[in-house]
């Protein structure tokens, strides 16, 4: 019963041992730049991140800025009669 139970045991750290050594490998892979799309010649569209910049460059928190303002002060406040005291 041990001697089966220590069997089971190994053959599960083998595959274990397997599986980790496929991950490393592809972790190795991608870490020199040998599984980007171009490299492994994919059909598929790659992602830009100059094109996703130039849609939020000018975001904040992803609102889109105008320009203007995110909130308009009161006219009393940009009079200068109550901001000088005149």
């Known amino acids: 019963m041990n001697a089966q139970q220590a069997l089971v045991n190994a053959r599960v750290a083998l595959v274990t041992a397997q599986h980790d050594r496929?991950?490393?490998s592809y972790g190795?892979?991608?870490a020199v730049g040998r599984l980007s799309p171009i490299v492994l010649n994919l059909q598929t569209t790659t992602y830009d991140p100059s094109v996703h910049y130039q849609q939020v460059r000018d975001s904040w928190v992803g609102v889109r800025?105008?320009?203007r303002p995110l909130i308009s002060a009161?006219?009393?406040v940009l009079r200068d009669d109550i901001?000088?005291?005149a």
Do not use: C, D, I, R
Request: glycine share 14%.
């Open 22 to 24: 496929v991950v490393a």
């Open 83 to 85: 901001v000088t005291g």
């Open 65 to 67: 800025h105008t320009g």
């Open 74 to 76: 009161p006219s009393a």
């Open 28 to 30: 190795v892979l991608n």
